[in-house]
């Protein structure tokens, strides 16, 4: 099995602008979940998706939106960037909803 | 407010001493997983614990989930420095989704 992998490591936007990141789910796991890690702190939940549909998300504002593709995949998007968003996100993937997940590394997102 | 505390936030020790990590909350949860983080890298699912009362031993660590299912423990023994690095709970609240985390223990075992 591959795990999950993210796609970019490491990027840097100005405030304003808008980001894609990508996230590729371990085979075989149809859910999908995001977090953002602010330095030093725990991952905070964002949202979750299974079998392509949205069934939980946390206290983030409307412009964190995401998607899951039909081989399970995934995409966190950020519009209107603001400093507080550099931070590193976190994909996970497991086979249902009440399993272990599995993290990808991360992408490092610096907003300047 | 953090709904999953940690404590100690951070812990040096030597290396062959015993620790433990607690994991604390109000809330009940249906499941509470540890996992370990790496710099760089995501975090790696150590165990999960469903049963209050629940305890599960990995080599030297032993995981402990209350019997109210409301906090649990890590209790490592005879630390080694490749135990070092940030260790996360995250519970499952019942009838939610979402993993909520705790804001994690970095620990450093010192040679």
């Known amino acids: 099995e591959t795990g999950v992998t993210q796609s970019p490591t490491h990027l840097i936007k100005t405030r304003g602008q808008q980001v894609t990141l990508r996230c590729s789910s371990q085979s075989g796991h149809n859910t999908v979940s995001w977090y953002q890690q602010a330095l030093g702190q725990g991952p905070q939940f964002i949202f979750q998706?299974?079998?392509?549909?949205?069934?939980g998300r946390g206290n983030f504002p409307p412009r964190f939106s995401g998607l899951q593709f039909p081989n399970y995949s995934s995409e966190l998007n950020v519009n209107a960037l603001e400093l507080d968003d550099s931070a590193l996100y976190l994909c996970a993937s497991a086979m249902g909803a009440k399993d272990g997940y599995t993290f990808g590394s991360g992408t490092r997102l610096t907003v300047v | 407010t953090q709904l999953l505390e940690q404590s100690p936030q951070f812990l040096s020790i030597q290396e062959g001493e015993n620790l433990t990590v607690y994991c604390n909350s109000s809330?009940?949860?249906?499941?509470l997983q540890w996992y370990r983080q790496e710099p760089g890298e995501g975090p790696v699912l150590l165990v999960t614990v469903v049963t209050g009362g629940e305890v599960k031993k990995l080599k030297r660590l032993t995981f402990q989930f209350g019997d109210a299912r409301k906090d649990s423990s890590l209790h490592i023994t005879a630390a080694q420095p490749g135990d070092t690095g940030l260790y996360l709970c995250?519970?499952?609240?019942?009838?939610?989704?979402?993993?909520?985390f705790g804001q994690g223990t970095r620990l450093t075992i010192n040679p």
């Open positions: 809330s009940v949860f249906s499941s």
């Open positions: 995250a519970g499952r609240i019942q009838g939610a989704q979402k993993l909520v």
């Open positions: 998706y299974y079998r392509e549909e949205e069934n």
